[in-house]
């Protein structure tokens, strides 16, 4: 072969690898991570859009979305985690770096809120914002929100695994405490 | 392309002919022979051109369809079955991409393998975001599978991949436009270049003359100088169209002889007609970054460069005058840092009028109809816009109308009649 062609074949090969190496190292981070990831579950609402590339989805808006703690006089990066008395996630604190030994979660955006100056707070947008379904049953988990919806705001939670490092994964979405596709199979079953 | 192909090919035959009635020596028909065989190899003939286009549309067609057929989210497999399946494309691609190289394949099969082997990287990137439901934005997507897809433009020197990599700058957010930006619109500029003076001829020229018009749009988008910027923008590529066309380069094949004419125009008119506009055209340089001005900067040498270029040549600049006038375009910009507001106004006046001058006298001396017109366009859009500003009754408009479209009809006739009468007794 000439030299051409094996240089050639050389920069082939290292630009497939490296298209490769990203979502190669996802996979990794969250399949084997150095310590087991913690489970959290968050109260959400979610809506049906479309993204090209991914498919349909439904967009995610987690709570909490505001954080009652004073004025830190920096610009947040990370949110750590605590449970209610519900057993649903909570924020507890915010932080610039993830803390060791408590579970933490890069924030999407955190902005001071001083409206109130007897109450005042963050405002947060935590980073888990797509939940990805099949076109056929993106709609059909939109309409069963709705309707749970009635029934109190912790029927629709998001089950995430929370990385030490500040990753996460979602790991399912949860109506009335089942999983997302059992709940529409049981609907479907009852209609 | 298909008229030089068959031109060349009718030559060769022709070849043997002329050397048996001895119009030709025996070394000349070689060397000729050898000539227009080489350049009929370089050339991929116009049929070949079409299998590449086709080919390459089929290629990106099943990349899209891939990408979709997987994107329906098959979540009723198990995860790793998943994975899998969105390795499948890339690893697809890249066995077409080796056997491609390893066999030496035509340019089909390297359209084939850069398209497909990108939308594997899309593919893949996609779908693990998918499964794990991770976000992230599109510009970080299209970013890294730009960075990542790169090295396949100059591996397989595919056209539809320079497309596809120019479209997705698009998605580079041009408004918010930093040098990461410029680093990913460098990425492409070499294989450009390479196209463009390599063989002004060829396809891959004609191919490349079209490509830098989407990625100029993409420059303009960022926070250039708008309207300074596409005067001088404009003007560069209204030089070029001009010297490709005087290389017998026709209109099709020189997208930048009409682009850069109608942007210029335009700009010069909007320049000419209020002071509020010609503050927003000439606006502040000091508000841009520094890697903006370079470009306005060696701009401003263009006139000096075309001088010398000229002389070196042996040419005389009167020649192509129209040229120079172009470039003086590039010095607007600069006196309209130190012109008062109206004087600046008449100033770009005074130069569409030239420029509309120059390019009718200069279609009359080359007996082109395309610039003759182009001039008399240009003058007659310029009065038309002053006919506007000024005070004159609707019956004054209507006659001046009437009498600048049957001048322009009855200019076009003689000159055409003119033109028609000398390549007759050129004849």
């Known amino acids: ?104 979660v890069r924030l999407e955006s955190a902005y001071f809120q001083n409206w109130n100056k007897e109450k005042p707070s963050y405002g947060i947008t935590l980073p888990f914002d797509r939940f990805y379904l099949n076109e056929e049953l993106a709609p059909e988990a939109e309409k069963a929100f709705n309707e749970a919806i009635r029934k109190g705001d912790d029927v629709c939670v998001i089950k995430v695994n929370i990385y030490q490092n500040g990753d996460y994964a979602i790991e399912d979405l949860e109506i009335e405490g089942m999983p997302i596709h059992q709940y529409l199979k049981q609907s479907t079953r009852k209609e | 392309m298909s008229k030089e192909h068959n031109s060349m090919r009718w030559l060769l035959t022709e070849l043997p002919v002329l050397r048996e009635k001895q119009i030709i020596d025996a070394p000349t028909h070689d ?21 590449m286009v086709l080919v390459g549309l089929g290629a990106c067609m099943i990349a899209g369809g891939v990408i979709s057929l997987l994107a329906y989210n098959w979540d009723m497999l198990p995860k790793a079955c998943r994975i899998f399946i969105a390795l499948l494309p890339l690893l697809g691609g890249a066995a077409c991409g080796a056997y491609t190289i390893v066999n030496d394949k035509d340019a089909r099969w390297r359209e084939c393998s850069a398209v497909l082997t990108m939308a594997g990287v899309a593919c893949f990137t996609a779908l693990i975001s998918q499964i794990y439901h991770t976000g992230g934005t ?3 997507f299209i970013m890294l599978v730009l960075l990542v897809t790169l090295p396949l433009l100059y591996v397989f020197r595919s056209y539809f991949y320079a497309g596809l990599y120019c479209f997705g700058l698009f998605f580079l957010e041009p408004y918010d436009f930093d040098l990461v930006n410029w680093a990913f619109l460098a990425g492409v500029l070499p294989f450009l270049f390479y196209h463009l003076f390599r063989d002004y001829r060829s396809a891959q020229a004609t191919f490349a003359r079209y490509l830098t018009l989407p990625l100029l749009i993409f420059v303009l988008m960022s926070d250039f100088p708008v309207l300074s910027g596409l005067l001088i923008i404009a003007a560069t590529v209204y030089i070029g169209g001009i010297i490709y066309s005087r290389k017998g380069i026709d209109f099709f094949r020189n997208p930048w002889l009409f682009c850069g004419w109608i942007v210029l125009t335009v700009a010069l008119l909007i320049s000419t007609y209020t002071n ?73 006046n005074l130069y569409l009028l030239c420029l509309g001058i120059t390019l009718t006298a200069s279609g009359i001396r080359h007996r082109s109809l395309l610039f003759f017109n182009a001039g008399i366009i240009q003058i007659a859009a310029l009065a038309t816009c002053r006919f506007f500003d000024s005070e004159f009754s609707m019956l004054v408009r209507g006659t001046a109308f009437i009498v600048l479209g049957a001048a322009f009809i009855v200019a076009n006739v003689i000159i055409g009649r003119r033109f028609k009468k000398n390549a007759g007794g050129e004849a």
Request: charged residues 20%; hydrophobic residues 45%; glycine residues 6%.
């Open chain 1, 1 to 104: 072969m000439n030299p051409v062609k094996i240089i050639k074949l050389i920069v082939f090969a290292l630009a497939v690898l490296a298209g490769m190496a990203y979502p190669a190292s996802k996979i990794i981070r969250f399949e084997f991570p150095g310590q087991p990831p913690a489970v959290y579950r968050f109260r959400t609402g979610i809506v049906d859009p479309f993204d090209p590339f991914r498919g349909r989805y439904v967009v995610l808006r987690p709570l909490p979305s505001e954080v009652q703690i004073p004025n830190k006089g920096f610009d947040p990066k990370y949110a750590v985690l605590g449970l209610d008395e519900k057993g649903l996630a909570t924020v507890t604190d915010l932080t610039e770096a993830p803390v060791k030994g408590r579970d933490c």
């Open chain 2, 31 to 51: 060397r000729l022979n050898d000539h227009y065989r080489a350049r009929l190899a370089a050339a991929p003939s116009p049929q070949n051109l079409w299998m």
């Open chain 2, 138 to 140: 599109l510009r970080d």
């Open chain 2, 276 to 348: 509020d506009i010609r503050k927003s055209l000439f606006y502040d340089f000091s508000n841009c970054q520094w890697i903006f001005l370079l470009p306005i900067l060696l701009g401003g040498l263009l006139p000096a460069l075309l001088l010398c270029t000229a002389r070196r040549n042996g040419k005389r600049v009167l020649d192509n005058p129209e040229l120079l006038v172009v470039a003086a375009a590039y010095l607007l910009p600069y006196m309209a840092l130190f012109l008062d507001g109206s004087l600046m106004r008449w100033l770009c």
